[in-house]
């Protein structure tokens, strides 16, 4: 796909193309309500739903296009659909009417998470309302078109198998993810539209040299002299991998059929576990068809710092966590622990006996230990283990998301069980984006990942 193409229900578009077609949705809407309004009745059903429809692909458009133009219009309403007209007849910027000329210019709208990662991928909903309607088609067994057609967004990866989530509700789904997640909204994201996804990464973690960033070389040259010895940058490339994230549970059709607003808990779950399950792995996953987490002996830039006391955590072992973290990374830190170093923590004295930590019991979290935000999560190792208490700036760290989230619901499995197993699926990976720890000029080497080992 070339610059400056968008995709839309699998079709190619250019931003002219875009902007025309944004027109029409508009017009049809104008259409639908003149039709009702000239036959001197109220809108249908069928017409409801397709004016909402129309404003979400509208909606979908916009987004892609990062055009704020038509911000806060409900095109449902007669008035706001009335503006959106005066302004597609505006004759200073024509580009949405046939034969014009393309317009410029970027509006405010914020960009999703989603829209950053994939710019040229136009969300679409796919004829579904909502994520719980797509939920309900799914888990109902039966034929729906809407469900026929299975988008792929992955280059390479072939069939994921089960039918894939709309984007618009890709959208919605990777908001909350990031929201719930401790580290994606932390980490550098790439999008994951191939199998393979390479990128560079300047190579300067030896400055022991007095080189800096990238290889430069900071000299000072007085009028008239000759600037000294040339520097050559230095890369080093990575590679981020697809690897299949899959979700397995089963329900019974009981509560598939009575559980009232069971696919908004179904939703809920499934964001909640995909936050969950990356932040784990980012954390702790070996790199074997997972991602390479940052607090496992694959990160070759991880620092172990030995503890003093066996099962203990000291105001002395988290000072010296500090001083083996890179300072110019440090306004970017937070603290990772499992829940079990809590009576630790609170305990915590200085020489002096005076009380290290003590969170507060108003303010919102998260709580913070020596100016940095202090997060808890139960899938790290236990007090006294290695990593039971860690300082990591997650900026350095690499996280890739594919586009595409497939669902499937299966009474196969367990059919003896009357239980309808459902999967859902994506693609994930992450890597640590040092390949050694950082040498200074002087004095022991520092990193963006320390954590408290047993003692020495």
Sequence with gaps: MSYGEYVFRNQRYTRQELLQLRANFIETMESIVNKAKHEGRDLTKNEVKDLDRLQAKIDAVNMVLGDGIFKDLDLRKDEDRARALEILDQPVE?????????GGGLGGEQKTFFNR?????VPEDGGFKDIGEFFGAVLSGRHDPRLSVV?????????????????????????AIVQQSIFLSRVQTVGLTAIEVPGWVWDDLDQSGNLLYGGF?????????PAGTTQQAKLRQVTLHAKK??????????????????????????????????????????????PMGFLTPGNPALIAVPRALANKIAYADVVAMVARFLPAAFADAIWVA???????????KDDAGNLIWQPSGRDASPDTLMG???FFNDRLPALGQK????????????????PSIWIDANLGPEWEKDLISIRAITFVDGMPSWNRQYTPPSGDTLSWCVTLDVPA
């Design 151 to 175: 988008s792929q967004h992955l280059a390479g990866a072939g069939a994921a198998g089960g039918f894939a989530l709309p984007t618009a509700q890709v959208v919605q789904l990777f908001e």
């Design 372 to 374: 940095r935000p202090l």
């Design 245 to 290: 994230l899959s979700l397995y549970t089963s329900i019974s059709r009981e509560m598939d059929y009575f559980g009232g607003d069971f696919t908004q808990k179904l939703e809920e779950a499934l964001r909640r576990t995909i936050a969950a399950g990356i932040d784990e792995a980012f954390m702790t996953a070996d790199g074997v068809g997972k």
């Design 94 to 102: 024509p580009p949405w009417r046939p034969g014009g000329p393309v």
């Design 387 to 402: 990593g039971d208490l860690s300082l990591v700036a997650p900026r350095f760290y690499i996280g890739a998301l594919a």
């Design 117 to 121: 990662l994939f710019p040229n991928i």
């Design 338 to 348: 499992h829940p079990s170093i809590l009576t630790q923590l609170l305990t915590m």
């Design 217 to 225: 070389r900071i000299q000072w040259q007085g009028e008239g002299m």
